[in-house]
């Protein structure tokens, strides 16, 4: 049954979405998504869907703009905790420690991390122009808050720098440290390869602490 009133289209999109993070999470990835198992699993008709997203390109784009908002308010939200021991308080993070930071944070939210690979890849460019801008203005808005809430002992240009080189190695590592069940088996008969197959929050963190100290220095 087709949605009459905005309060009801807007909850058949939110059941599209909530179908789409739970299948990727079943399925092992965003790539092993398809918009007809979506719709099933948010039990609605097979040609529903094209009513509420054009294209799984735009579905999975909206899951990453609301991941950009998610991934702020998880970054506030930290910093009003301890990170490790005793932490500093919001505004005197030191290089290690805002590096730690946003390594914990992002690894807390694996649906964002493997949609940061598809962001640059796909999805961004294969939505039209509105929707793009849409997405442009809402993640940098979100990067923005981060920028701010990060600031402390580094300059702004370093967490620039810091928060690119995090995003790009999330981005490589996600995937890395989530073989398809062909590559798991092939690391098993292969050990030598393994290594390949690396533990991404500990390996994000090290390398994010190197580079923050590196752009401190």
Request: hydrophobic letters at 45%; one cysteine or more.
């Amino acid at each position: 049954m087709r949605a009459r009133s905005p309060e009801a289209k807007q909850q058949r999109t939110e059941d599209l979405l909530d179908a789409a993070a739970r299948l990727a999470a079943d399925l092992g990835g965003v790539r092993h998504l398809t918009l007809a198992a979506v719709t099933e699993a948010a039990g609605l008709h097979p040609s529903a869907v094209r009513r509420y997203f054009a294209s799984k390109e735009e579905l999975l784009l909206e899951l990453a703009e609301r991941g950009w908002e998610e991934w702020r308010d998880v970054v506030a939200a930290r910093l009003e905790r301890p990170l490790a021991g005793e932490a500093p308080t919001r505004g005197e993070l030191t290089p290690a420690e805002t590096a730690e930071t946003i390594a914990s944070t992002l690894a807390s939210m694996p649906l964002f991390c493997d949609l940061l690979t598809h962001v640059p890849l796909s999805l961004e460019g294969d939505v039209d122009l509105e929707r793009a801008r849409r997405f442009k203005t809402r993640a940098f808005a979100a990067y923005d808050e981060i920028v701010e809430l990060l600031t402390g002992t580094m300059a702004v240009e370093q967490l620039h720098e810091l928060i690119a080189a995090a995003l790009a190695m999330t981005a490589n590592f996600w995937q890395l440290s989530h073989p398809t069940a062909s590559l798991a088996e092939l690391y098993r008969q292969e050990p030598r390869w393994g290594h390949v197959a690396l533990e991404f929050e500990p390996k994000l963190t090290r390398l994010l602490q190197a580079t923050a100290r590196g752009l401190q220095a």
